[in-house]
């Protein structure tokens, strides 16, 4: 008989998933700290850029860059909102940021409008000639129209992504209820007075 293959738990997958999330917001911000880098030192005093086609290039490069990166989590970006969403339901009011349910939100619109773009950029592809293939200026030109307009909400996950993190730590530093409290409160039930009536409610 082959032995089993050992199975990963949830719990660490998820924490693997977190681990992703976070290389995400690394990368990201590194990546647009190096255009804006670039962009002050090539603009003039009102903000302009010196040379269009540069900076044009540069900002294709940007969108491509942090659509890649964000692909690290794209496919389980959902599973992390709902288990956040799940644990900012369940953690003591005295313990909530009060912006993290609108976080939450604005990372749910922006992963739906990613969807989108994603969907209308495979049906765009599979429209293109044969001919069209990466490299090619009819391809890259459509694969860079979805990047720039994918760009606010990549952003919007590399500056609000962090509440994510924010609330796993919260939940992690929480001390977990007692064991023997758990049990009781599963298991108590009120015991009934001796001469209460077969119809009385039970609470």
Known sequence: M???????????????????????????EKILADFDAWREEH??????PLDDDEHSRRAVKRDADTWRSFNRVRSFA????????????QLNPAHLQSRWPWQLGVLDHALNQLGKLQQQWLEARDALPPTAQPGTFAYDDALAERNEEAWSY?????????????????????PPPSPALTSAQAHARP????????????R
């Open 2 to 28: 082959s032995p089993t293959a050992p199975t990963t738990a949830p719990d660490e997958i998820h924490r693997e998933r977190l681990h992703q999330l976070a290389l995400f917001l690394r990368e990201s």
């Open 43 to 48: 603009s003039d005093l009102h903000g302009w």
């Open 78 to 89: 959902k599973d992390l909102l709902a288990t956040a969403e799940i644990q900012v339901q």
């Open 154 to 174: 990549l952003d919007d996950w590399a500056s609000h992504g962090k509440a994510i993190l924010e609330i796993q730590a919260t939940v992690q530093d929480l």
């Open 191 to 202: 015991a009934a007075p001796a001469a209460a009536p077969s119809s009385a409610v039970r």
